[in-house]
């Protein structure tokens, strides 16, 4: 992996714009390059904005959408149509306006146990696997970052055994009230994948950026470290509150 590439804009609506441009870039050359594109998307409150902008034009129609496979860096384990749900919230901004193909929607059965959950998803993963890999090689995967340093739904302090061996895991977790049963992908597909994009906006998130991007190594404690993918880049997409303790 090259140094991460960090990129700072004054709004979080300039660093959605920046990132929509990126994600239709890498989605293209990815489905020249190899026709199709293996993306995960993530949830939270970040990445709504991105996801509006690119069920419209010009993206809605620049973008080959029925190329593109969607896999979720994480799951809160709730059904589909529940506001909590990240495949839902996906659907509802983006995935329901343009033309996706449902058969490369490769969503977690958030409805189910995590444990099963989680299974079911190792399988799919493993039914799309790149290679001698069990689980794709993913050219677009859409990062974001909580103000404890956790990414998708790798928490601080918490390693799982099995999380070396396999590329999905259940996960228990609080976080700012959202729900605690997840399922998520771990660093063996992040750090295999082509292109990790972070967004991180907010000033609540400064420090733990700092952290991240110029402390001393502490993957434990700030698992947004942990995604150092070996033949990747890294690319960090802030607003100029998330970036406020940055080193110029
Ligand atoms: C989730 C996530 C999670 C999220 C961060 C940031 O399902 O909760 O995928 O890792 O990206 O918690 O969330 P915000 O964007 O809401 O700050």
Redesign the pocket.
Known sequence: MDTPQVKIYPTPSAMSLAAAELFSELINDASKKQHSAQVAL?????PVALFQLLAQPPYNASIPWDRVHFYW??E?CVPPEDAES?YGQAWQNLLSKVSVSQQNIHRVLGELEPKAAAQDYVLQLKQNGTGALAWPVLDCVL????ADG????LFPGQVNSTESISPAIPVTAD?GG?PANRVTLTPLVFNSARHVLFLVTGENKANALSEVLHGAGDPLHFPAQRIRPVNGDVTWLIDQAAGSLLHK
């Open positions: 993530s949830g939270g409150s970040t860096a994480d809160r990240n990062l974001g970052m909580g956790h990414t998708a739904s976080y959202r």
